[in-house]
């Protein structure tokens, strides 16, 4: 932590070599977050690498009052959110489901599994994906996620409250099916 | 309090039926992280990039301006009226310029 201070401080003093080392650490936590919230392969990649060069970009604004990580899922979170409206526009809508079963394929194949809770969660929108993995996973507060996805804490609230509760219908349906 | 309580139960539910899911999927999808030469290198380059960039913007602000003043001027010197009728017509302009960007504003706040 006291190094990530150090190494923060000298990147928004213009430091290459602070900032690259900061991004090469939250570089999984930040892949992995995207990859969730898109649940697409070939767009985790891309809005990774969107995030990170939007950071070399805006470093000397950072203030240093969040975690460098959760500044990272904060431009993340609003490039998915730009691409989601971009598809929603231009109708791939056949597009998301297909690299959804491409995650299914890919994470079946390395791990001989593809439990009912990720489907369930990749068969949410990313609206509603974001904020629950935001909250439940992350464990951010409200106030932060509205903050985070610049949306008013309202909307964050109702996002939360149905994205569980599709959750729990996904999964008691299939745990209905699977005893049934 | 109560809504605090549901969010407890929520948070246990999650962390009970779905986390250990997305722990396995975060397990299997660890990217292959890039060197720290290399990452210091797209930065650098990236810096350059956007340096270079705002130069170049910069040089067409201050080109764009001498042109609009030179124009302006040579327009007071030569008809009044003329530059009168310009001047309103870019006032005019500007002020439909910013009440587009101020209501499509609102409208965006209206619709969260």
Redesign the interface.
């Known amino acids: 932590m006291h190094d990530e201070t150090k190494l923060i401080k000298q990147a928004v003093r213009g430091d290459?070599?602070a900032?690259?080392?900061l991004?090469?650490q939250n570089?999984?936590f930040l892949?992995?977050y995207v990859?969730?919230a898109t649940m697409n392969k070939s767009l985790a990649e891309d809005v990774?690498q969107e995030t990170?060069?939007k950071a070399?970009?805006k470093i000397a604004s950072f203030q240093g009052k969040a975690k460098f990580s959760t500044w990272l899922i904060t431009i993340a979170s609003r490039h998915v959110v730009d691409r989601v409206r971009r598809n929603e526009r231009e109708k791939h809508w056949i597009q998301e489901e297909q690299s959804l079963r491409a995650v299914r394929y890919?994470?079946l194949q390395?791990?001989n599994?593809w439990?009912e809770?990720?489907q369930?969660?990749g068969e949410l929108s990313s609206d509603t994906r974001m904020p629950?993995?935001l909250?439940?996973?992350y464990g951010y507060t409200q106030e932060e996620i509205s903050a985070m996805l610049d949306?008013?804490i309202g909307?964050v609230k109702s996002r939360?409250h149905n994205g569980?509760k599709q959750?729990?219908k996904e999964?008691t349906n299939h745990e209905e099916a699977k005893n049934g | 309090m109560r809504k605090q309580k549901t969010d407890d139960v929520?948070?246990l539910?999650?962390?009970k039926?779905?986390?250990?899911?997305?722990n396995?999927?975060?397990?299997?999808?660890?990217?292959p992280?890039?060197g720290?030469n290399e990452?210091?290198q797209?930065?650098?380059r990236?810096?350059q990039d956007?340096k270079r960039m705002l130069w170049k913007e910069l040089a067409l602000f201050w080109l764009t301006a001498i042109f609009v003043l030179s124009s302006m001027l040579w327009l007071l010197d030569n008809s009044r009226m003329w530059f009168a009728v310009v001047q309103t017509v870019f006032a005019a302009g500007g002020i439909g310029y910013v009440s587009m960007i101020f209501g499509r504003r609102m409208g965006h706040k209206w619709k969260?």
């Open positions: 290459s070599r900032l690259s080392e991004l090469q570089y999984s892949y992995q990859l969730k990774t990170m060069l070399i970009e890919d994470t390395r791990m599994d439990p809770a990720l369930a969660l629950v993995l909250k439940y996973f949306i008013p909307t939360l569980i959750l729990r999964l | 929520d948070q539910w999650f962390e039926h779905v986390g250990p899911a997305v396995r999927f975060d397990a299997v999808h660890s990217p992280i890039p720290l990452l210091e797209r930065v650098k990236h810096k956007v969260n």
